[in-house]
C-alpha cells in the first residue's frame, strides 16, 4: 500500500477534495480545475498509472472518471469531476500521455473540450455528429433514420 | 517520468519538458530552399493488407524511414458502449462479442464480473472454472491468429495456413461447446449459458496430444527462420517506461520487461488455483513481443491441461432472475484477455440496463504508442511492429 | 526456305512458348503455392483446375482498361510494354536442343543479361508514371535491387563461361558432355558450386521473388509498382515476371546443369528439348518452394546482403576460380 492516503496527498498539495469508500473502490471527487494538479500530485506518491479515463452523462453535468493505478502495490483509486455540458476540463497528457485518446474520445462522444490537448481532432466518429453518449441523444432503430438521400 | 515535474501544473508546463511530445505530421513545405527535400505522407489504410481491420495509419516518411506516425481510427466505431446502455445486462454479451470479435469470451467475462461485483452475486465454482477453461482456449486461438498474421505482415506466407489449422481445431470445440466459433455469448452474469458437454473434455484431450507439437513446428518455421529474426530483432523498440506512461497492458507490456499480469497478480476466476509462469521480455522489441506470446501460448496449454483436469463439480450457473436489476452503484473488473487488461466499468442507477458502460479496451491503449514505436524505423519495419501490437479494430474503435 | 517465313515461324515459336509458359506457369505456382500452404489450389475450371488461368487470361483481356486520372499517360502505357519485351527478347540465345534455338549467337550470354537488365528501367517507369505513392516506393526498390544484384549474378555466370572459354550458351552446354572420372557427369554445378549458389540467390531477387519480394511487398505496399495496373497491361507485367522465372531457371540450366543433355547417356536429338524443359522446371520449382516457405527480407537488409556478402563472395569465387583453372586444372577439364 502506498505511504500516503491520496486525500492526505491532495490536501498537502492544497487542493480541496472529498474522499469516500463505495462500492467501487476508493474514489475522490474535486474540482475540474485542479485535476492536472491532482494528477501530478498522486503521480510523486506512486499512483503512476492511468488505466482509464472516461465521461459519464448524469442527467446534469457530465461526469469525469479517472482510474488511477499504483502500479507497484495494485492498488486502483478512481479520480471523478463534474464538467458542464460543452465544459472544459484541462488536458492530462502530459502527466499521463495514456489520456491522449481517451480525451480525444471524451471530448467528441460528450461534448465538451481538453485545452492543452496536442491533437484535438475527432477520433472515432465524423464531424457534425451531435456527442453520442449524452443521455438526450436517443438510440434510435433503423425505420426512424430519416437518410439524407431520401 | 516525473522528472521535471512540480505539483504545480503551470511550472511543469513551462520549465520542464513534457516527458513524451507527441510530434505530429511535419511536412516539409516545398519551395524553401531549390534542394530541400520533401517528407512523403503516406496513407496506410483504411484499406490495407496489413492492418488488422480498418486502421488508417498516417505515416510521414523521409524515403523509406519513418519520421512520425499518426493512427486515425473509428472505421469501425459501433457505438457499443451507448447500445449497451440500451440492452438488459444479459444482452449486452451479444453485444461485446462484437467488440474484440478474435476473443469475444474475455471481453464477456469481464462484463459479467463487473456485474456480479455490482450485484453482490456469488458465482458457483464450476462456472468459474469452466469460464477460465473456455478463455484459455480462446486465448490460445486468439494468439493463434495473431502470430499467423505477424508472420504474413513479414510476408512468411506459408505459417498463416499451417496456424490457421490449429485454430480451426480450438474452433470446432469451442462450436461444440458454446454453439459459436465467434460469437459465443457464453458467459453470462451469475455463471456460464450451459455445462460442458459430455465428452467434450475428451477432445480438448486428443487436441492437446498435438498441440505442443504444432506449435512447435509453427514456431521453428517462423522464429527459427534466420531472416524473420532479422526483421524482428531490435526494431519497434518499447522501454518499460513508456510502455507504461501510455497505459500499455498485456503481452506488449511484459515483452518491455514489466511483470504484470492480471491472472497473477489480481486472480480471478480460476486463477488464483492455478500454476503458471508469466514470461517476461528484456527490450521491448519484436522479437521480445514475439517470444513472450509465444512463451504466453505454451503457458496457455499448461493452464489448459490443468482446467481440463480439475473441473469440479456443481452448478454452472447461480441463480439470477430474468428481470435482474442490480442495486445502483459503480463497478469495474478487469480480465487479462490476449491483448492485456480488458477493463469493464458499469454504472447502474439501478434500472433494467446499465447507465453507462466503459469498454476499457488493451488494443485501444497498446496502439496509442504507434507514434512512439514506428518513428525511426522503415516502412517494413512499421509494418512489422504494428502486427507486433496484436491490435484488434473491433475493441480498438467499439 | 525462304527467309521471311522462317524469320516468322521463329518468332512465332518464340511467342508460343512464352504465352504457354506464362499459362503453365502461374498454373504451377497456384499448385506449388497452395500445396505448400496446406490448401489445394485451383480444381474447379476444367480437371484439376487446369483451364483456370485461361479463364483468368481471358479476363484480363476483355477487362476495361483503367488509367488512373492523374497518372503519366504515356510512361503508364508503355512502361509495361518495357518490362515485357527484354524478357522476350531473352529467349533468342536460348538452346533448347543440339540444333534448337531461334538463333545462334556467340555471345548468348551476354545478350540475355544485357536485355534483362532493361528491366527495372520499366518497372521504375510503372511505378513513377502510376502517380501512387506506394507504387513509386515499389518502383524505386525494384529499380535498387534489380541493379545491386545484377553484379554478383554476372559475376557468378563468369566461372561457367570460362570453364567452357566461350559465350555461346550451345559451346557451354556442349563442354559439359561426357563425364569426369568416367562417372561424374561433367556438369559444372560441382566445380562451380560456390557460383551456382551465388546464381540462385541472385537470380530469386533478380525475379523478385519471395524472400526478395520488396517491390511488391504484398503485406507492405500491397504489390508496389504494380499497385494501379488492371486489365492486360497488369497481365504483362506478371507474364514478365513468369518469364523472367523461366529465362533465369533456364540460364542456370545452361550455365551449370548440362542443358539438353541427360547425364551418361547420349540424348537423342527429339528428348533434348524435353529434357531441357524438365531441368528448367525443376529449377523454377526449387524458386517456388523458397518463394513459398520464406519470410520477406527489409530492404536494406536484402541490399546489405548483395554488397557485403554476395559481391565479395562471387568476385574472390571468379578470382580464385580462375587461379586454378590457369594453375592446376587447365589440362583436366579441358
Known amino acids: 500500500m502506498p505511504a500516503h492516503q491520496p486525500a492526505d496527498v491532495l490536501g498537502i498539495a492544497g487542493i480541496a477534495c472529498t474522499a469516500a469508500e463505495e462500492g467501487l473502490g476508493s474514489v475522490v471527487r474535486l474540482d475540474a480545475d485542479r485535476i492536472l494538479d491532482a494528477l501530478a500530485a498522486l503521480q510523486t506518491v506512486g499512483y503512476d498509472f492511468l488505466v482509464d479515463l472516461f465521461g459519464t452523462d448524469t442527467g446534469e453535468r457530465i461526469e469525469l472518471t479517472y482510474h488511477l493505478r499504483a502500479f507497484a502495490t495494485h492498488e486502483d483509486i478512481y479520480l471523478k469531476v463534474l464538467v458542464d455540458y460543452d465544459g472544459e476540463a484541462a488536458s492530462v497528457w502530459h502527466v499521463h500521455p495514456a489520456a491522449l485518446y481517451p480525451e480525444r474520445e471524451a471530448a467528441e462522444l460528450l461534448g465538451m473540450s481538453f485545452p492543452g490537448h496536442p491533437n484535438p481532432k475527432r477520433l472515432l466518429t465524423t464531424d457534425d455528429l451531435p456527442p453520442m453518449l449524452r443521455k438526450a441523444e436517443l438510440i434510435r432503430e433503423a425505420g426512424e433514420v430519416q437518410l439524407p438521400y431520401e | 517520468m516525473s522528472d521535471g515535474h512540480s505539483w504545480h501544473s503551470d511550472v511543469a508546463l513551462e520549465e ?39 486502421l488508417h495509419v498516417l505515416i510521414e516518411l523521409d524515403g523509406e524511414e519513418v519520421i512520425s506516425a499518426e493512427a486515425s481510427l473509428g472505421y469501425l466505431h459501433r457505438g457499443i458502449e451507448k447500445l449497451a446502455e440500451s440492452r438488459r445486462y444479459h444482452q449486452v454479451a451479444t453485444l461485446l462479442d462484437r467488440a474484440d470479435y478474435v476473443s469475444g469470451l474475455h471481453t464477456e467475462t469481464a462484463f459479467a464480473l463487473a456485474t456480479e461485483k455490482l450485484a453482490g452475486i456469488e458465482v458457483p465454482w464450476r462456472a468459474s472454472w469452466l469460464r477460465s477453461l473456455a478463455m484459455e482456449l480462446n486465448r490460445y486461438a486468439s494468439h493463434l491468429v495473431w502470430l499467423g498474421t505477424f508472420g504474413m505482415d513479414a510476408g512468411a506466407m506459408a505459417p498463416f495456413l499451417y496456424i490457421m489449422r490449429d485454430r480451426e481445431m480450438i474452433l470446432d470445440i469451442l462450436e461444440e461447446w458454446c454453439g459459436s466459433r465467434m460469437m459465443f455469448n457464453y458467459v453470462r452474469p451469475g455463471g456460464v449459458f450451459a455445462d460442458i458437454p459430455a465428452g467434450l473434455d475428451a477432445k480438448i484431450r486428443a487436441w492437446l496430444r498435438v498441440a505442443d507439437s504444432y506449435l512447435d513446428d509453427n514456431d521453428a518455421l517462423l522464429g527459427g527462420n534466420e531472416i524473420f529474426q532479422a526483421r524482428i530483432r531490435g526494431t519497434g523498440l518499447i522501454d518499460a517506461a513508456t510502455a507504461l506512461a ?153 | 526456305m525462304n527467309i521471311a517465313i522462317e524469320i516468322l515461324v521463329r518468332f512465332l515459336a518464340m511467342v508460343a512458348l512464352l504465352l504457354v509458359n506464362g499459362v503453365v506457369l502461374i498454373y504451377m505456382l497456384r499448385k506449388v503455392l497452395g500445396h505448400l500452404h496446406l490448401r489445394i489450389g485451383p480444381n474447379r475450371v476444367g480437371p484439376f483446375g487446369l483451364l483456370q488461368t485461361t479463364n483468368d487470361v481471358i479476363k484480363l483481356l476483355t477487362k476495361e482498361d483503367l488509367r488512373p486520372a492523374a497518372a503519366d499517360a504515356w510512361l503508364f502505357n508503355i512502361a509495361p510494354f518495357l518490362v515485357f519485351v527484354p524478357s522476350f527478347m531473352a529467349y533468342i540465345p536460348l538452346v533448347f536442343g543440339p540444333e534448337l534455338a531461334v538463333t545462334r549467337l556467340d555471345t548468348g550470354i551476354l545478350v540475355i543479361f544485357a536485355v534483362l537488365s532493361l528491366v527495372p528501367i520499366g518497372i521504375m517507369m510503372a511505378g513513377w508514371a502510376s502517380n501512387s505513392k506506394w507504387s513509386l516506393i515499389g518502383g524505386m526498390r525494384a529499380a535498387g535491387q534489380q541493379i545491386a544484384y545484377e553484379i554478383p549474378l554476372l559475376l557468378s555466370v563468369l566461372g561457367p563461361v570460362m570453364m567452357a572459354g566461350s559465350m555461346d550458351p550451345s559451346a557451354i552446354v556442349a563442354a559439359q558432355s561426357g563425364t569426369w572420372f568416367g562417372f561424374i557427369p561433367r556438369w559444372f554445378v560441382l566445380p562451380q558450386i560456390i557460383g551456382f549458389v551465388v546464381y540462385a540467390i541472385s537470380a530469386q531477387a533478380e525475379t523478385q521473388q519471395t524472400p526478395f519480394d520488396m517491390s ?78 520464406l519470410p520477406r527480407f527489409r530492404v536494406d537488409q536484402m541490399l546489405a546482403f548483395c554488397w557485403k556478402r554476395l559481391i565479395p563472395i562471387s568476385l574472390t569465387w571468379v578470382v580464385v576460380w580462375a587461379c586454378i583453372q590457369r594453375l592446376a586444372f587447365e589440362a583436366a577439364i579441358r
Not at chain 2, 26 to 42: F, I, S, W, Y
Open chain 2, 16 to 54: 520542464g519538458r513534457p516527458a513524451y511530445l507527441p510530434r505530429g505530421l511535419k511536412r516539409v513545405p516545398r519551395g524553401v530552399d531549390e534542394l530541400a527535400t520533401e517528407h512523403l505522407v503516406l496513407n496506410m489504410g483504411p484499406q490495407h493488407p496489413s492492418t488488422h481491420g480498418v
Open chain 2, 246 to 398: 501510455f497505459g500499455m497492458t498485456g503481452g506488449c507490456l511484459r515483452a518491455s520487461g514489466v511483470d504484470y499480469d492480471l491472472r497473477r497478480d489480481v486472480p480471478y476466476c480460476a486463477y488464483g488455483e492455478l500454476d503458471f509462469e508469466v514470461p517476461l521480455g528484456v527490450n521491448g522489441d519484436n522479437l521480445d513481443r514475439y517470444t513472450v506470446r509465444v512463451g504466453e501460448m505454451r503457458q496457455c496449454l499448461r493452464l489448459i491441461r490443468q482446467l481440463v483436469d480439475g473441473v469440479p463439480e456443481g452448478d454452472f450457473t447461480a441463480k439470477v432472475p430474468k428481470v435482474f436489476r442490480p442495486p445502483a452503484g459503480e463497478s469495474y473488473a478487469a480480465v487479462e484477455s490476449p491483448r492485456g487488461e480488458l477493463g469493464i466499468h458499469i454504472v447502474s442507477d439501478g434500472g433494467l440496463t446499465p447507465y453507462r458502460m466503459r469498454l476499457r479496451s488493451p488494443a485501444y491503449f497498446n496502439l496509442a504508442i504507434v507514434d512512439e514505436a514506428l518513428a525511426g524505423g522503415l516502412v517494413a519495419d512499421a509494418i512489422v511492429t504494428l502486427g507486433s501490437l496484436d491490435i484488434v479494430l473491433g475493441e480498438i474503435d467499439r
Open chain 3, 216 to 293: 511488391e511487398a504484398e503485406s507492405e505496399l500491397i504489390t508496389g509498382f504494380a499497385n494501379e495496373y488492371g486489365g492486360m497491361r497488369f497481365g504483362f507485367l506478371y507474364l514478365a515476371e513468369f518469364s523472367n522465372m523461366f529465362i533465369v531457371a533456364a540460364v542456370g540450366t545452361m550455365l551449370f546443369f548440362g542443358g539438353w543433355q541427360l547425364p551418361w547417356i547420349e540424348t537423342p536429338g527429339w528428348a533434348a528439348p524435353f529434357v531441357f524443359i524438365l531441368k528448367t522446371y525443376i529449377g523454377i520449382f526449387t524458386m517456388m518452394w523458397a518463394r513459398g516457405s
